[in-house]
């Protein structure tokens, strides 16, 4: 069956929240649910819905998978604390980084993510937590890109025929499906969210995975992962949809103190967008741009090229891969 979309200039965001928390209590009755806190603004607005819903029976979680931005564990739970929300912090670094080990294809590495965290990481907690249920935020782009095959999300499993049941042990609900983007932010507002948190630019299932091309390492991470905190400190004012780093997979020659160094190339990605559907590059300042370049090389060991890309969406993806 299709899923209706509402749009965000129709949602009346009060009367929505009090159906879906209404809805979600009715689903789980007296048993529990969890769900996964990545810290992204579907993730925190279904955490909100759904301890509005079941309060104590909501048992969420932040799994930190080591693909993650810096500091991204702690600055979440600190901030849904003050929410009144419990977020535990389970460290799976271990488990991630074996799954991606020696994939270098985009739609495999995604699928690893995928598995490691459905069925080995939240298998092993549903049966700990004896929870039937696990609230996520799927939301109508997430579906139409899955469906329409242009990038596996990681969060689309009915859609295509996959009983979660069956797959993983537990039932999946999906409170915010019928929204976009910008209908998501607006339901984060109502629900009290702090503003760094419903505005926050959209963050890949996969994470940093997503931003490295070729195989996943620790190493190649940690590179992705300084070369992030940089250029989200220079975009921070760009007024922009989304911006990222990307670590490419071919070294290309550069040159440092007089001598050839054979280094890596990092590309950045700065969108204008609504809901993500359609999306042309920020037209960045210069000064912007060489202020990314000369950080980045300098400060990130072993870049020795920074590119900008210029190709809209479509053809192009907001992500890499």
Known sequence: MDTVEIKADELNAAAFIEKKAREIAETVGKGVAINALSGGVDSSVVTMLGHKALNERLKTYFIDNG?????????????FKKLGVKVEIIDAKENFFKALKGISDPEEKREAVTRTF?????????????????????ILTD????????KRQHNVFEQLGIDPQEAFGYKIIEPV????????????EALGLPKAVF???PFPGPALAARVIGDVTPEKIETIRKATVITEEILANAKAFQYMAILHQDRVTGMR???REFGMQIEIRCWDSIDARKAVPTRLAYETLELLAGRLTKEVPGVVSVTYNIASKPPSTMEAI
Do not use: C, H, N
């Not at 459905?118 to 799927?138: H, I, P």
């Not at 579906?143 to 242009?150: F, H, M, N, R, S």
């Not at 499906?177 to 984060?188: A, E, I, N, P, Y």
């Open 67 to 79: 693909i993650m931005r810096q500091g991204e564990p702690e600055w979440i739970v600190d901030i």
């Open 118 to 138: 459905y069925k080995d990481v939240f298998g092993k907690l549903v049966k700990e937590s004896g929870a039937k249920y696990l609230l996520q935020g799927t």
């Open 143 to 150: 579906v139409d890109e899955t469906v329409a095959g242009i």
């Open 177 to 188: 499906v019928q929204l976009r983007k910008d209908g998501v932010r607006k339901l984060g």
């Open 199 to 201: 505005s926050r630019m």
């Open 257 to 259: 103190d007089g001598k």
